[in-house]
């Protein structure tokens, strides 16, 4: 049977490396949508390549654009905004919604395929960071699978299958350290965009990688960990291990772990994702165990990464926090990859913003909403009174 996908987040870089999966097995996978925001070049390449019924983008001005790069006899119906991406989600004939999109855009779509009762492929790791019990409850409720395309919880998903849940004891979530692992923290002041974007064994897009070379990546993996194997903060523990072949690790009561491994590349978890239980044959390289010398593991260093700490924190409180937390973040990262801050001032920003939120327990959709909203402009508050 075909599966039938709308993919949110086409052009980054988990989108393209779905889009090539797709390539390599059009007898099991079709698109039926592609989302995008503002990469109208690659985006109409895409759209003649995979022909897809639906295409979306932020706005009007860019539906216009992606209108004017496609053939005059396309097919295809183009949509902006919210409303657009919501509408991709829910499309009738599509099974599976792939959320590739980065930071809290994700979470409306995500909600609305849920309700459509699709089947979700997650790349979009703040959905769940913002309103994880919120998410998970709703999937519950409609019978909705969600299966995880990050290759950490990919790992962790794969480790799990086929054991009892009353056997699960802790989570080992490895880290590759990002570009700053070995660097003399006295250097950390100087940094800038390009020194945090040259990630040494992943290649990502510019927020993730800003977000790894601070580890607030692996800290908002944390709480996605948390909401989809349903397991404690207090049993999650991240290990830094820079070769990066080991992507995560599950420890039983018994005293055995299992780990998954393979190359740093996505493709291994996105194929999953699409094709569980099944494994598609990718045919990608194996790890050339005879030419590493070591696999390190090594504690991370929570004052070289204060932002690891802030998410633990954000997650041990939950309720609004988190959405406050990755709302901070994001502005901040986006300002340093601006140069209008410091790398430094990213913790800074995310740590003032949690402690001015009044946190609001059991929040319903529309107080995550507010929070993150009220987030974001106190955020970049502090960033232009910083400026004059």
């Not at 007898?27 to 690659?42: G, P, Q």
């Not at 820079?242 to 978890?269: C, E, L, N, T, Y």
């Not at 690891?308 to 502005?331: D, I, K, Q, S």
Request: aromatic fraction near 6%; glycine fraction near 6%.
């Amino acid at each position: 049977m075909t599966k039938k996908l709308t993919i949110l987040g086409s052009t980054g870089s988990i989108g393209r490396s779905l889009l090539e999966i797709v390539a390599m097995f059009p007898e099991r996978l079709r698109v039926k949508a592609l989302a995008a925001k503002s990469n109208i070049r690659l985006l109409a390449q895409q759209i003649e390549r995979f022909s897809p019924e639906v295409a979306v983008v932020y706005d009007s001005a860019s539906a216009q654009a992606l209108h004017k790069r496609l053939p005059a006899n396309h097919a295809v119906s183009i949509l902006y905004g919210e409303a657009g991406y919501q509408e991709a989600a829910t499309l009738t004939e599509v099974d599976t919604v792939v959320t590739a999109v980065v930071g809290a855009a994700g979470l409306l779509p995500t909600l609305a395929a849920i309700g459509a009762g699709k089947e979700i492929a997650l790349a979009n790791k703040e959905t769940l960071v913002m309103a994880g019990g919120l998410v998970m409850r709703r999937a519950a409720d409609a019978g909705v699978r969600i299966l995880p395309i990050d290759s950490e919880h990919s790992a962790i998903f794969q480790c799990l299958q086929g054991h009892r849940r009353e056997d699960f004891n802790r989570i080992f979530l490895t880290a590759s350290g990002g570009p700053f692992l070995n660097t003399p923290m006295e250097k950390f002041a100087t940094i800038e965009p390009a020194d945090a974007l040259d990630h040494p064994t992943w290649r990502m897009g510019s927020k993730i990688s800003i977000d790894s070379a601070t580890l607030m990546n692996k800290g908002l993996e944390v709480i996605e960990a948390h909401w989809l194997f349903d397991a404690a903060l207090d049993a999650i523990e991240v290990v830094v291990h820079p070769q990066s072949i080991i992507h995560s690790m599950v420890a039983f009561r018994d005293g055995s772990v299992i780990a998954q491994m393979g190359i740093p590349d996505m493709k291994g978890a996105i194929a999953y994702a699409l094709s569980y239980p099944e494994r598609l044959p990718l045919k990608q390289p194996l790890p050339d165990f005879t030419a590493l010398e070591s696999f390190t593991f090594k504690k991370p260093d929570l004052e070289r990464f204060p932002c690891l700490a802030l998410a633990f924190r954000a997650g041990r409180t939950g309720h609004t926090l988190p959405a406050v937390m990755n709302a901070a973040n994001e502005v901040a990262v986006e300002a340093f990859l601006n140069h209008h801050i410091p790398f430094l001032k990213i913790p800074h920003i995310i740590g003032a913003i949690m402690d001015s939120h009044q946190v609001v327990i059991d929040p319903a959709l529309s107080d995550i909403l507010d929070a993150d909203r009220t987030a974001r402009r106190e955020a970049q508050a502090m960033i232009d009174a910083d400026k004059t």
